[in-house]
C-alpha cells in the first residue's frame, strides 16, 4: 500500500510540474479519486484518450501532505500577473512589464517558471523577452475564477473540436478542414447559450488550437 501512495503521489507532482502523463497514469488516477480527466477521443483515436483538467479534494491534499513545494509567493505574484494580462487583454507580458510592477530583480524567478512548464516564453531577446501562462499557471496563479475559467473553457472547447472533428470525418472530405474560431463558438454556444467570446479564445489556446492550428494570439 505504501509503495502504492508513493507511486500516486510521484504521478501527482510530475503533473503539477506540468509533466504529461500516460493514459494509464491518468486513468489509475482518475480511478483512485485524484484527479479529474476529460475524455477527448476521436474517431481517429487509436483507443480511448483523455486529458488532465484538474486535480481533487483528495488529490490536492495528497499533495499537500507530501510536501511539495510548490510556488513561493512571488512566483505566484508574477505568474497570476501573466495570467491576468491573458484572460483580460488577450495579450502577452513583457520583461519590462514585469520589472515595473515588482521593481525587482526576476529574472532568475522568470526563468525558473519557464523550466518548470509554468510560464512560456516567445520573444526570448534580452529585456524583450514576452511570456504566456501554460495550463498548470491557472492552477498555480492563486486564482480560484481563473482557474475555473480556464478548465471551463477547455473543457468545451475540446468538445466542440471533438464534435466537429467527428463530422468532418462522418462526411468523408479527402481533406482536413480547418475550424475558425467563430465556427467553434457558434458550436458551443449551441451547447450553452451563456458561452462569450473569450471562454473560446481561452479554450483553444489552453487546447493548443488557434485558427488554422495556431495559438489565438499567434500573427
Known sequence: MAQILMEYIDALQAIERGE????????????????????????????????????????????????????????????????????????????????????????????????????????????????????????????????AFARRSTELVLRVLRDLFDRELESERNDQQQFASEEVEKEARAIDSSVESNMIFTGLFLAGRGQAGRSPLSS
Open 20 to 147: 504529461r502523463a500516460d493514459q494509464d497514469t491518468l486513468l489509475r488516477l482518475k480511478e483512485a479519486g485524484l484527479i479529474d480527466i476529460a475524455d477527448v477521443t476521436h474517431m481517429q483515436s487509436p483507443g480511448p484518450e483523455f486529458i488532465f483538467v484538474g486535480f481533487t479534494v483528495e488529490g490536492l491534499r495528497l499533495l499537500k501532505q507530501s510536501k511539495l513545494p510548490l510556488v513561493d509567493d512571488q512566483e505566484r505574484e508574477i505568474i497570476r500577473f501573466v495570467v491576468r494580462g491573458f484572460l483580460d487583454r488577450h495579450d502577452v507580458t513583457s520583461k519590462r512589464e514585469l520589472l515595473q510592477k515588482f521593481k525587482s530583480a526576476i529574472s532568475p524567478t522568470l526563468q525558473r517558471l519557464v523550466d518548470r512548464s509554468v510560464l512560456q516564453v516567445l520573444n526570448n531577446t534580452y529585456m524583450s523577452e514576452t511570456y504566456l501562462p501554460k495550463a498548470v499557471a491557472f492552477f498555480h496563479c492563486g486564482d480560484s475564477a481563473a482557474l
